[in-house]
């Protein structure tokens, strides 16, 4: 069954420093997303992308964030100056359209930030 | 999306069926409803989702009541597998609100115990 992949699944970095999650969503996918999750708290929708554009975001995507797919198989979130509080699981989310009612999540990155 | 209320918690034994209760009294006509899991370590996944109907699939049930104000997920035999948080969720999929995102609550954490 195809399924959506996250590298890495662990990843610390020092406060200020750039971090590029990846993932491979479902190859006949168009709608990509990017959630994230605080340790014991609600998991929270940052953006939704499609056609090379975004689509929706939330107020946590602010100017730190930045998504991108480089190439017809990767989907990218960066923070470019990663902030304490950015500490969460980042999972990667596909479907098939816009109007699909299954999202396919990935398993997660682990983001550490010291 | 329109808001939704779950019990926090709930317990089960192995093999026996587990009803999982939803409020959504401020659902609208074109909010469908969404259930998704999120097994510990892992990414949420989706369970099954309706709108007036009663709907059945391989992973569980849902049974909407008729005024939609209220809606029950069916786990027909639990396993130890099952344990997860269970999240309902409302997303306007057709409506004047239409969105891909979906907004997570604090779901249901249910124990499964052998």
């Known amino acids: 069954e195809p399924e959506v992949t996250q590298t890495p699944s662990h990843q610390v970095t020092q406060m200020g420093q750039e971090v590029i999650l990846r993932c491979v969503p479902i190859?006949?996918?168009?709608?990509f997303y990017w959630y994230r999750q605080i340790l014991g708290q609600k998991v929270e929708f940052l953006v939704s992308?499609?056609?090379?554009?975004?689509?929706?975001k939330s107020e946590i995507f602010d100017d730190q964030f930045s998504v991108e797919r480089p190439d017809g198989s990767n989907f990218t979130l960066k923070i470019r100056s990663t902030k304490l509080e950015d500490s969460a699981m980042y999972f990667c989310?596909?479907?098939?359209?816009?109007?699909?009612?299954?999202?396919?999540f990935g398993p997660g990155t682990r983001l550490t930030v010291t | 999306d329109a808001k939704t209320t779950q019990p926090n918690s709930m317990e089960s034994n192995e093999e026996e069926p587990v009803h999982l209760p939803c409020n959504h009294s401020?659902?609208?006509?074109?909010?469908?409803i969404h259930w998704y899991r999120q097994l510990p370590s892992q990414g949420p996944e989706y369970v099954i989702h309706?709108?007036?109907s009663n709907v059945n699939n391989r992973m569980a049930s849902l049974a909407i009541a008729e005024d939609r104000k209220s809606s029950t997920l069916i786990l027909h035999r639990a396993t130890l597998r099952d344990a997860a948080v269970y999240y309902c969720?409302?997303?306007?999929?057709?409506?004047?609100?239409?969105?891909?995102?979906?907004?997570f609550g604090g779901g249901t954490r249910l124990m499964v115990k052998p």
């Open positions: 992308f499609y056609n090379n554009e975004i689509s929706e």
């Open positions: 190859s006949n996918h168009l709608y």
């Open positions: 969720i409302l997303r306007d999929v057709e409506g004047n609100n239409a969105g891909n995102m979906l907004t």
């Open positions: 309706g709108l007036t």
């Open positions: 401020t659902i609208s006509g074109t909010d469908y």
């Open positions: 989310a596909s479907s098939y359209d816009r109007w699909a009612y299954e999202q396919y």
